[in-house]
């Protein structure tokens, strides 16, 4: 059999540059776009490109390019004194590759190095995408009373806009 792309060795995961804040952009309203197979339409969440500018300034964002194109990212915060998992897009065409997965291992290994214990993140429950891939990830659902305040707040915010859409949970893994 013929290789016709990159293979997945090719996958590269470094710090973000500045000037890739519209390509990181374009890929998550991709990503976001594929909630309309399911019946959600996220777009009134489009992607601001100034505010990821913004976060890859101050060192948050890590880029996944593959064969040199760039691929995916995540965006990681620190919320309660945890990491926490702000934002993760992978280009369309290139999903179930294991760039998601391993952006995350990626994220879960500098944020052990940083200090914090566990990496924190918010996601619907039911879309197999989110809940049940974190899960398979070793993430698990935080109740309310196990949330801190910070990470409670997140939810308050998101339940206005999002929850509408369908259940959203917080969720946790121990780095």
Same mark, same amino acid.
């Given at each position: ?23 990181? *952009?374009?890929?998550?309203?991709? %990503? *976001? ?13 489009? +992607? ?7 976060? /890859?300034?101050?060192?948050? /964002?890590?880029?996944? +390019? &593959? =064969?040199?194109? &760039?691929?995916?990212? %995540?965006?990681? @915060? ?7 998992? %702000?934002?993760?897009?992978? *280009? ?14 990626? /994220? ?6 940083? =200090?914090?214990?566990? &990496?924190? &993140?918010? @996601?619907?429950?039911? /879309?197999?995408?989110? =809940? ?7 993430? @698990? ?14 939810? !308050?915010?998101? *339940? ?5 859409? =369908?259940?959203?949970? %917080?969720?946790?893994?121990? !780095?």
């Amino acid at each position: 059999m013929t290789q016709t792309g990159p293979r997945a060795d090719d996958l590269l995961i470094r710090p973000a540059h500045p000037d890739e804040a519209a390509a990181l *952009a374009a890929i998550e309203d991709a %990503a *976001a776009a594929q909630f309309a197979r399911i019946g959600m339409d996220l777009g009134a969440a489009a +992607s601001d490109p100034a505010a990821i500018a913004a976060r /890859v300034a101050e060192g948050a /964002v890590l880029a996944a +390019s &593959l =064969g040199g194109r &760039l691929t995916g990212f %995540a965006i990681v @915060t620190v919320v309660d004194g945890n990491a926490h998992l %702000a934002e993760l897009d992978v *280009a369309p065409d290139v999903q179930r590759r294991g760039i998601g997965r391993r952006l995350i291992e990626a /994220v879960a290994d500098r944020a052990h190095a940083a =200090g914090p214990h566990r &990496l924190t &993140l918010t @996601t619907f429950r039911d /879309v197999p995408w989110n =809940g049940p891939w974190y899960r398979r990830l070793g993430f @698990t659902e935080l109740e309310p009373a196990a949330q801190g305040p910070a990470l409670r707040q997140i939810r !308050l915010a998101e *339940a206005r806009r999002l929850d509408p859409l =369908g259940p959203r949970i %917080a969720m946790a893994r121990p !780095l």
